[in-house]
């Protein structure tokens, strides 16, 4: 079982930056992969970015250049670094296991407005 928190969002104006944190817990986190998706308002979760136990990483299109995730596997932490934000990026941050996704985070909301 992992219990996944997220948080680090919030309102920015567009081009502005944020660190959204995912703290994961139980011992099986460094042994699986992990990622980030998001949800607009009235629209389908979608993928964002992953990153592998080795850590190597997966992008959506839509962020690729400028969100960047990591993972800090001996504190259990997950991370997107998201610059150069845009209005669409406006949605509830999760992360979650990948790609089974049966672990999900309540997710934090970020909003991109001036």
């Known amino acids: 079982q992992v219990q996944l928190v997220e948080s680090g969002g919030g309102l920015v104006q567009p081009g502005g930056s944020l660190r959204l944190s995912c703290a994961a817990s139980g011992s099986s986190f460094r042994l699986i992969s992990m990622g980030w998706f998001r949800q607009a308002s009235g629209k389908q979760r979608e993928f964002v970015a992953s990153?592998?136990?080795?850590?190597?990483?997966n992008y959506a299109e839509a962020v690729k250049g400028r969100f960047t995730v990591s993972r800090d596997n001996a504190k259990n932490m997950l991370f997107l670094q998201m610059n150069n934000l845009k209005p669409e990026d406006t949605a509830v941050y999760y992360c979650?296991?990948?790609?089974?996704?049966?672990?999900w985070g309540q997710g934090t909301q970020v909003t991109v407005s001036s």
């Open positions: 990153i592998t136990v080795g850590g190597s990483t």
């Open positions: 979650t296991n990948v790609p089974r996704n049966n672990y």
